[in-house]
């Protein structure tokens, strides 16, 4: 049975403007889906609808078995006290309450405050010395990280996030997509609105929604895998450019470009990162040694075989590279007699097929 499943959810505002045309998809327990689109898709109008915050038009939420529709207002307000946690770009902190005070009022919602609970809470986020402070005080992304304390205190089973780090820093965003890293790691069910596909890189599958239609259900495929061995053969020629393990991770544009992805590798134990420079972990150098050296073979094989011009190769060889096994891989190498580098003079690392002595 899914955790969350909506069927032919509509969802109008007055006569003209329909937010969700009949909308049907289903969550499964401990997944992380992320809803993608254009501003004024119909995003948080869906996130709204299965935190239980508002109704639709048409069509049903069964959410743990349980058709919303069905829950009379007070009832409605419980599942979300109970089963809901909400992260929301705008943060939704009372103002003249504390850091501490806000967490608190979330778990009297729930049952009983418990202000140590609340104070683990917060020191967990990283906001153990914030917890008199009032919203005013606090940065943006200690707000935001106060909205995680708040959202996870009362033990939801369900995350709902709208755009999480929409407002944050990037050392801030980093922090706030680490403890929904967590999180998920620990089983919780995240739904998490965004607009940023490197954002919505970190769920394992997208509902895409345009003009308030679903058009695109899909579990990131292998473009993925693609990405994180382009990003690991970056790290390679990073390194073979300076000559040192450590690589700054500021200096490489595919680290601005590619933040969530390598916060990514770092969580698969790819790359290590610390102090702002990247290192390889074993896994990863050698999942970035196969990598360089199928693009390596591929430019040879253009080269020699099909006398491609130079600035040709690159590009060439990257269209074919991610479609080679390591069965062909080592059919290629073989076939051109175990060369040591590429066309442009880059060492080729050597397989299990090349000869000792032979290759880099
Ligand atoms: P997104 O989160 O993708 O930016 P929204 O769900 O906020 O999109 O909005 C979808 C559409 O519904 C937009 O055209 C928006 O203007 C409209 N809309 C959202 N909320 C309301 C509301 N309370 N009253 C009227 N129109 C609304």
């Known amino acids: 049975m899914p955790f969350i499943e909506a069927r032919g959810l509509t969802k109008r505002y007055g006569s003209s403007i329909a937010a969700l045309r009949d909308v049907s998809f289903s969550v499964g327990k401990g997944e992380w889906v992320a809803v993608m689109g254009p501003s004024g898709s119909g995003k948080s109008t869906l996130l ?3 935190g239980g915050l508002d109704r639709p038009s048409e069509g049903t939420i069964i959410a743990e078995g349980q058709s919303l529709a069905d829950l009379p207002a007070s009832e409605l307000a419980r599942f979300r006290a109970e089963k809901v946690g909400f992260i929301f770009q705008q943060f939704h902190l009372v103002p003249y309450l504390t850091a501490l005070e806000n967490v608190m009022l979330a778990q009297y919602f729930h049952s009983l405050a418990d202000e140590a609970e609340a104070i683990q809470a917060l ?13 005013s005080e606090l940065s943006g992304g200690e707000q935001q990280r106060v909205c995680v304390a708040r959202a996870l205190i009362n033990q939801p089973n369900l995350i709902l996030a709208d755009e999480p780090t929409g407002n944050l820093d990037e050392v801030n965003e980093a922090l706030v997509m680490g403890l929904l890293t967590e999180l998920h790691r620990e089983g919780h069910t995240i739904v998490m609105v965004t607009h940023d596909p490197e954002i919505g890189r970190m769920a394992e599958r997208r509902i895409e929604l345009h003009h308030g239609r679903l058009t695109e259900v899909s579990f990131f495929p292998s473009h ?3 990405l994180i061995d382009n990003l690991l053969s970056a790290v390679w020629h990073a390194r073979e ?3 040192a393990s450590l690589v700054d991770a500021g ?10 992805t390598f916060r990514l590798m ?3 134990e790819l790359i290590a990162f610390a102090d702002g420079r ?3 972990t074993p896994p990863g150098e050698q999942r970035a040694r196969i990598a360089i050296r199928r693009h390596r073979l591929a430019e040879r ?4 075989t099909f006398g491609l011009e130079e600035d040709l190769l690159h590009d060439n060889a990257h269209k074919i590279e991610h479609s080679l096994s390591p069965e062909v891989t080592e059919k290629i190498c073989k076939f051109l007699n175990h060369p040591r580098t590429c066309p442009h003079g880059s060492p080729i690392p050597p397989g299990a097929c090349c000869p000792p002595g032979t290759g880099a």
Do not use: C, K
């Open 48 to 50: 709204n609808l299965l």
């Open 123 to 135: 020191t967990h986020v990283g906001l153990g010395d914030r917890l008199d402070h009032l919203p």
């Open 224 to 226: 993925e895998e693609e």
């Open 241 to 243: 450019d300076t000559g």
């Open 251 to 260: 200096a490489m544009p595919e680290f601005i470009e590619s933040r969530a």
């Open 266 to 268: 770092a969580r698969e």
């Open 278 to 280: 990247l290192s390889f």
């Open 301 to 304: 094989l253009f080269y020699d």
